[in-house]
């Protein structure tokens, strides 16, 4: 099994900042994928970033050059660094780790996510 734990979360001011961490932890055999997802009230779940085992970045149009992502492999962790925060992105922020794991006669893949953390920006 593989878990997934968010932390990091809380309440900021707009135009504040707020780093979240994700730590991946159990059976694996390699993490291909990391990212963050968010989810507002009375909204759809949203891709925010996501960190390839390569190190290359994919961000959506509202997290570009405000939110960068990275992972930290030997703490199989990874981090969402939020700066210049809106009231809009007030939500509930998932991570997610993608890779292979081991299984009796050939590694499978695996998809995970975590409880999620609540991000709420107001004054």
């Known amino acids: 099994q593989v878990q997934v734990v968010e932390s990091g979360g809380g309440l900021v001011q707009p135009g504040g900042s707020l780093r979240l961490s994700c730590k991946v932890s159990g059976s694996f055999i390699n993490i291909k994928t990391m990212g963050w997802d968010r989810q507002a009230p009375g909204k759809e779940r949203e891709l925010v970033a996501t960190?390839?085992?390569?190190?290359?970045?994919n961000y959506q149009d509202f997290a570009k050059g405000r939110f960068t992502i990275s992972r930290d492999d030997a703490k199989n962790t990874v981090y969402l660094q939020m700066t210049s925060l809106k009231p809009e992105d007030t939500a509930v922020y998932y991570c997610?780790?993608?890779?292979?794991?081991?299984?009796?006669?050939?590694?499978?893949?695996?998809?995970?996510w975590g409880q999620g953390t609540q991000v709420t920006v107001s004054s």
């Open positions: 997610t780790a993608e890779g292979s794991r081991p299984q009796l006669g050939a590694p499978t893949g695996f998809l995970s």
């Open positions: 960190i390839d085992i390569d190190g290359q970045t």
